[in-house]
Structures are given as structure tokens and as C-alpha cells.
């Protein structure tokens, strides 16, 4: 039975510029937003738009990800026809195994794509929170006549040179593609979400793969040669919230913006569209007498003894009598302990912040940064970590990074 449209989901990122929450953990994986983990948002947009075939394309640390997807039944994914299916690399009779770019990765599963004989392909990225009607997004690509359409977002001109930019005329038809230029003609930033004709992405992939010189990206090489052969390329302009979190900063921003949906426009509780996860099966969480809670996200089997203002607790953290925790985004798991001050920082999953420890400092005019702890470090009693910190492993009590 041919599908309409399926979703190929690229979840095989390092997430190099993450530094220390993702040494054990792929990008997609890295936990978000309270209760979710980044892959929630593309898979719950799927479901909300009537996708229900999904192959999720692994490669780095892919354990933490393959665990969390399951059998997709959180997301109601868990389909006899369809479905989500992880696809990791794997060695053919060509010799072929590890996915060197974008476009090889899909290349190197036509096969599951050609199982469900599509009309169209919807390339998504499992590294950004985004909030996205593709259904909205496939409706203009069919009203269009496009064989490739991509999603764009208007970005400040000042920033424009950051981006995969698409020039397009006042039909919204794409003319030319800069990638990250110094001099922008565009201020149309590709979010890397494609819609493909399927008879299209199988020719231009098996035309890439067979091209010794080509780097098999989509940015680099397929979107020039569809340029290159005046095919029907249309841009379709995304208003919604969006961001690639592929810094330390740009993560806590986004961490910081779900408290303030009215403002950042990114509303996990908002009942028409939810964002699905793998639930953590705790109790619910308690904040004990004495306690101060003020303007913060505290998810299941969260206790609080101390002060938490402005801050993300995911599932089972601590938070002793008399530490103090602001501006900070802790990840399951981890225990802040009595007397601990911790400020304007990301905790990664199952840290202890020892007794009276002190982890980053607020922003000054000057200095912004986002002290990191990684998954599993302790930091030991009376240790400082400062604003700057990248913390990969134990720090003993009384020690100082900066």
C-alpha cells in the first residue's frame, strides 16, 4: 500500500559544539525543555501532521537515541505498515558502510523508502526545536507544482551570513543558493527540511552517489545540481518558533524561552499540538515546606528543599535545603546539594553538585558564557566551577575550573 508521504529523520549528528553533553549521547538525544529530549519535536510533528512512517537515521552514539525511540509507541508510532524504523549504517555488498553526508544517508536507504512506494520525502533534522505543520508545508508544495521545496524562516540581515540562504522571486520560486556568503542576497535561511518528489530525490541521490568529487550533502551538492537543471524549486516561508540548538548557549536560550511561551512563542503546553515523549514513569514531584519556587519548569519525581528561580528541572532532581539554583538547566537525574549555589549553567544527566560547591556565576555586561558540567561528574564539596567551565569529569572538594 503506497504512502502518500514519508519522513526520513537525519538524527546522526556528533553535536561536536555541545562539548560535554554530548560525549555519551547523539544530538537528537540531548534532553530539552524539561520532560523531552530534541528528537520529541520532529517525531511529535510528524504525528500532528499525519505522517506515520518515519525512518530516524542513526550513526553517533546512537544507544541512548535506539532506546528512547523503542517501538515509536509513545508517538503512536508503533504501526504494522509504517511505523518507526531507526535505520542504522550498515555494510553492503559494495562496500559502502558509514554515512559520509547527508545526502548518502538517504542514499543509502532507498530501498526502505522505495518499501512504501511515496509520492513525496519530508527530510527533517533531529537537532532543532521547532514546532511545524508539514502537512501545511506539503499542501504548498503540491499547489506550487514543486519537485523540491524547502522550509525557510526570514532571519536579521546582520545574521544572514550564517545561513544556507534561498534567493527566490515574488512567486516564492528559488533562483539561486547561497551557503553561509559574505555578501547575503537573501535573508531566507534554509531550515534543512525539504520536501522531495520521490522520482526526483531517487535520481539526484543516485546521480550524486555515482559523482567521485561530490561531498553527498544536500546543502554542497543536491540543491546546486536541481539549480543547476532549472527544476521546479519553491520556498515555503515558516513564521514559527525555531531554533537550531547546536550550541551551549543557543540550548539554555531555548531552555530559558519555554518559561516565557507568551513572548518566545514556544508552548509546550498548548493542547492542539502536543510535543509526545518517552515518559520517565516517576511519582510526581514535591516541594517541601521552606522551599521557594519561582518562575521554573519542575517536572516528575523533582524534590525541592531549597530556592529555584527561573530555571528547568528535568525528571528526579534534587534540589537539598539551602542550595540555591537560578537561570539553570538540570538534567534528570542530578542532585544539588545543601549549601550549593548554582547560576546561569547547563547540568547535564545524573551530576552531583557537592555541599556548598559553587557552579557558574550571572552574566555580566562583559562575559555571557554558560558554565557545563557533563553526564555522571560529581563536583565535590566546596569546589568552584566557574562561568566559563567545560566540566567532562570529577572535581574534587575545595578544587577551582575556570
Known amino acids: 500500500m503506497a504512502k502518500e508521504m514519508i519522513a526520513m529523520l537525519l538524527a546522526g549528528g556528533q553535536g561536536s559544539r555541545l562539548y560535554a553533553l554530548t560525549q555519551k549521547l547523539a544530538k537528537p538525544a540531548v534532553p530539552f525543555g524539561g520532560k523531552y529530549r530534541i528528537i520529541d519535536f520532529p517525531l511529535s510533528n510528524c504525528v500532528n501532521s499525519g505522517i506515520d512512517t518515519v525512518g530516524i537515521l542513526t550513526q553517533y552514539q546512537p544507544l541512548v537515541l535506539n532506546e528512547y525511540i523503542g517501538n515509536g509507541q509513545p508517538w503512536d508510532l508503533d ?86 540562504l534561498m534567493v527566490a522571486d515574488e512567486n516564492d520560486k528559488i533562483t539561486e543558493f547561497q551557503e553561509k556568503p559574505k555578501n547575503p542576497k537573501s535573508n531566507l535561511a534554509s531550515m534543512g527540511i525539504y520536501i522531495f518528489n520521490w522520482d526526483i530525490l531517487k535520481k539526484y541521490l543516485t546521480e550524486d552517489e555515482a559523482d567521485p568529487n561530490s561531498e553527498n550533502d544536500f546543502g554542497n551538492n543536491i540543491i546546486p545540481n536541481l539549480l543547476r537543471d532549472n527544476r521546479r524549486m519553491y520556498a515555503y516561508h515558516f513564521s514559527g518558533y525555531w531554533k ?112 556548598n560547591a559553587v557552579v557558574g556565576a550571572m552574566p555580566t555586561e562583559e562575559e555571557n558564557a554558560v558554565a557545563t558540567v557533563g553526564s555522571g561528574v560529581s563536583v565535590g564539596a566546596g569546589a568552584v566551577i566557574g562561568p566559563k567551565a567545560m566540566v567532562y569529569k570529577n572535581v574534587e572538594g575545595g578544587e577551582e575550573q575556570w
Open 244 to 355: 537550531d540548538v547546536g550550541t551551549i548557549s543557543s540550548l539554555w536560550e531555548a531552555n530559558m524561552e519555554v518559561l516565557d511561551p507568551e513572548h518566545s512563542g514556544i508552548d509546550l503546553f498548548e493542547e492542539g499540538w502536543k510535543i509526545f515523549s518517552r515518559n520517565s514513569g516517576m511519582t510526581g514531584h514535591k516541594i517541601s515546606a521552606g522551599a521557594t519556587v519561582e518562575n521554573s519548569m519542575i517536572t516528575d519525581g523533582c524534590r525541592i528543599g531549597g530556592t529555584v528561580k527561573h530555571s528547568v528541572l528535568f525528571a528526579g532532581v534534587k534540589v537539598e535545603a539551602g542550595a540555591i539554583v537560578e537561570d539553570a538547566v538540570i538534567m534528570g537525574g542530578t542532585v544539588v546539594k545543601s549549601g550549593a549555589v548554582v547560576k546561569h549553567c547547563i547540568l547535564a544527566e545524573n551530576v552531583t553538585i557537592g555541599e
Open 79 to 164: 504501526r504494522l505498515h509504517g511505523g518507526v524504523h531507526v535505520l542504522p549504517p550498515y555494510q553492503q555488498a559494495s562496500g559502502s558502510d558509514w554515512y559520509k553526508g547527508t545526502a548518502n544517508a538517504i542514499y543509502q536507504n532507498l530501498s526502505f523508502i522505495e518499501r512504501y512506494d511515496p509520492k513525496y520525502v519530508i527530510i527533517l533534522s533531529g537537532d532543532q526545536i521547532c514546532k511545524q505543520d508539514y502537512s501545511d508545508f506539503l499542501r504548498f508544495h503540491k499547489e506550487k507544482n514543486a519537485e523540491f521545496s524547502v522550509a525557510v524562516m526570514e532571519v536579521p540581515w546582520d545574521e544572514a551570513s550564517r545561513f544556507g
